[in-house]
């Protein structure tokens, strides 16, 4: 499995960035996906993630009401649309393909199997 992660940049606060993330090895609508973030010296975080149809979706209470999660199956792609951006968004966020069962989400990092490459989102003040 192969995650291509796009879309990051620098941006001023108050500012929007879409990022995209395209997979290819295994049929990408039977798997769960999340967008992580990951600030210098910490553990990777869940921002938001969607189940297998897109019909479900979770966020971090720091980005909810302006971040959106969305998967376009038949183009293998997740996206993250990050609107009202603030300077402590900025990280290096990461898509993720989660593993088999269970729920469509959970926390922690070492529930997804696959991961795109990271992309560098920096908000300006």
């Known amino acids: 499995v192969q995650l291509q992660a796009c879309g990051g940049g620098l941006v001023q606060a108050g500012g929007s960035l879409r990022l995209s993330c395209t997979a290819s090895?295994?049929?990408?609508?039977?798997?769960?996906m999340g967008w992580f973030r990951q600030f210098p010296g910490q553990e990777r975080e869940l921002v938001a993630a969607i189940n297998r149809s897109g019909g479900s979706t979770y966020y971090a209470d720091s980005v909810k009401g302006r971040f959106t999660i969305s998967r376009d199956n038949a183009k293998n792609t997740v996206y993250l649309q990050m609107n009202s951006l603030k300077p402590e968004d900025t990280a290096v966020y990461y898509c993720?393909?989660?593993?088999?069962?269970?729920?469509?989400?959970?926390?922690?990092?070492?529930?997804?199997?696959?991961w795109g490459q990271g992309t560098l989102v920096t908000v300006s003040s």
């Open positions: 993720a393909q989660k593993v088999a069962g269970g729920s469509y989400y959970y926390i922690s990092p070492r529930a997804y199997a696959y």
């Open positions: 090895g295994r049929t990408f609508s039977s798997y769960d």
